[in-house]
């Protein structure tokens, strides 16, 4: 089964301009550079991989209005700064990674807490529904009394009227 992907957020820290490696990104290329270097991250959260293939396509390229090479030479820049990583065939953020993995692992435990609390509602509104029968089926407190008094009038006048 293909796990679905979550691309509805991605971490953006407030001051990622100000970043030393962002810096040297934007010295280079400009706020072009923060820009391009933004939209491969989200790129990258819609792959379920979470990677780019490397080196960066002409249609990565072409999608983003940026030159091929341009491109290339970005990514290999943000290699360089280790704002991404590769492995030769594909590039990623590790900071990317992390973040997804940390928020499928909360998502994951609150799923199951969900399914336990689910579980025990059920099961607690099932014991109520047996209580609630049991109980209705069992005679009540007066009934039972009326009944005992019922007997031990009827023991009283057979002791003064003896069977024949």
């Known amino acids: ?41 989200e790129m990258m959260r819609a792959k379920e991989t979470l990677s780019l293939k490397y080196p960066p396509s002409i249609g990565i390229s072409h999608s983003l209005g940026v030159d091929e090479a341009k491109m290339k030479q970005l990514v290999d820049l943000c290699l360089s700064e280790k704002l991404f990583a590769s492995n030769g065939e594909s590039f990623w953020s590790e900071r990317l990674q992390k973040d997804v993995e940390k928020s499928e692992k909360t998502s994951s435990a609150r799923s199951e807490s969900g399914k336990k609390g689910g579980i025990n509602s059920g099961e607690s509104r099932l014991k109520k529904k047996q209580n609630e029968a049991n109980a209705s089926q069992m005679p009540s407190k007066s009934e039972a009394n009326s ?18």
């Not at 820290?13 to 491969?40: C, P, Q, V």
């Not at 007997?151 to 002791?159: C, F, G, P, S």
């Open 1 to 41: 089964m293909k796990k679905k992907v979550n691309i509805t957020y991605i971490k953006h820290d407030i001051n990622s301009r100000d970043d030393e490696g962002m810096l040297t990104i934007r010295a280079r290329f400009g706020m072009e550079g923060y820009r391009i270097f933004w939209a491969l991250i």
């Open 147 to 164: 009944k005992q008094n019922e007997a031990v009038k009827l023991r009283e006048v057979k002791k003064i009227i003896p069977p024949p």
